[in-house]
């Protein structure tokens, strides 16, 4: 009994590993995207370790426009503001202007989103 544990508990971390290297190669994924780069696991495992992920704050879960929920890496990258494409919906990431100062302490700064029409689009409109 005790060893089924440790071996759930073992490749429940591998997977968790695996999540955290794949958000390290693309800025952000949404779970289906996870499930299909992991197809070892099923989706519920995924979303579970993902999960788990959210609430020890390793990764942070973002929401762009209809209910897209995507995933990114809370650490190893500075604080940034997301430009989302009201066209194409692809996301990038932008530098968040000097908000914080103008505030002062006490206020943190958790969503900083950005919409309107990138670049590609203005051009082809
Ligand atoms: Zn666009
Ligand atoms: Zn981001």
Not at 103 to 110: E, T
Request: some cysteine; overall charge positive.
């Amino acid at each position: 009994m005790q060893v089924t544990c440790i071996i759930i508990h073992m490749r429940v971390s591998q997977y968790q590993k695996e999540i955290i290297n794949l958000l390290k190669e693309n800025h952000l994924l949404s779970i289906a995207d996870i499930h299909k780069k992991i197809s070892s696991a099923n989706y519920s495992t995924i979303y579970r370790n993902i999960q788990r992920l959210v609430d020890e704050g390793i990764i942070l879960k973002r929401i762009f426009g209809k209910n897209n929920v995507l995933y990114e890496l809370a650490l190893g990258d500075t604080l940034h503001g997301h430009f989302l494409c009201e066209k194409c919906n692809r996301i990038q990431k932008v530098a968040i202007p000097k908000t914080q100062e103008v505030l002062g302490d006490g206020y943190v700064i958790q969503e900083y989103l950005i919409t309107g029409l990138c670049n590609a689009c203005t051009v082809s409109r």
